[in-house]
């Protein structure tokens, strides 16, 4: 489930990349015209990927002793 909130959260980290250097929104482009509740639901799955991963601050953290 981490590895899935991360992989989704450097997808839209990505996507607004794009978007702030060029102008160019990839989750648009490939899902949009007819598709564009597509585009909505991974933007919205991206989003509650994001506050889920808010709750990594808040994990307790093992502490490895070598």
Known sequence: ???LVL???IIGAL???LIGFFRYDLVSSIFG????IVSRIIYAIVGLAGIYAI????RN??????
């Open 33 to 36: 015209g007819e598709f564009e």
């Open 7 to 9: 992989i989704l959260i």
């Open 61 to 66: 953290r093992e502490v490895t002793q070598g």
């Open 15 to 17: 996507n607004w990349g």
């Open 55 to 58: 709750s990594f601050f808040f």
């Open 1 to 3: 489930m981490k590895n």
